[in-house]
């Protein structure tokens, strides 16, 4: 493996890693809620009088964010080097496990950690531990 030093760029990931905190943060502290994308998702599933609108909102901006940054700059060319049908399995592994840790990387990564919970550290691990092992196993097991 590799480094590609011309796609290395630390000031995009670090603003965009500082977007996210701030909106995390203005989210918790402007409406009590987590932005766990799971959490906000799992709630339009399973609609609630009043709460649906601030859900499909907080849906659309993830979604329409791009488009929006689209009319300033370029994407990035993507590159999936996966199946349709094992992106489908993945999604669906990922639906499971943010069912059984009672959330997904969002809300533990980036806002439990960060109010210090000692439940999301452990989640955070816990998913850091197994994509690691999911990619030691498909790349140099099965040789994916």
């Known amino acids: 493996m590799s480094i590609a030093w011309t796609e290395f760029t630390p000031g ?30 799992g709630g339009l599933l399973k609609p609630v009088k009043g709460d649906v609108a601030w859900r499909a909102a907080f849906v659309l901006g993830l979604v329409g964010a791009p488009w929006a940054y689209a009319l300033f700059a370029a994407l990035p060319k993507l590159r999936i080097d996966a199946s349709l049908a094992a992106l489908v399995v993945a999604g669906l592994l990922v639906g499971v496990g943010t069912r059984y840790g009672s959330g997904c990387t969002s ?24 994509g ?12 994916i």
Do not use: K, Q
């Open 12 to 41: 995009s990931a670090l603003a965009g890693g500082a977007l996210i905190g701030l909106a995390a943060a203005m989210f918790v502290l402007l409406n009590g809620r987590i932005a766990g994308i799971s959490g906000v998702i």
């Open 107 to 130: 809300g533990h990564g980036v806002c439990g950690l960060a109010r210090l919970s000692p439940r999301s550290l452990v989640a955070t691990v816990v998913f850091m531990a197994a």
């Open 132 to 143: 690691f092992a999911a990619v030691f196993v498909t790349r140099h097991v099965f040789g």
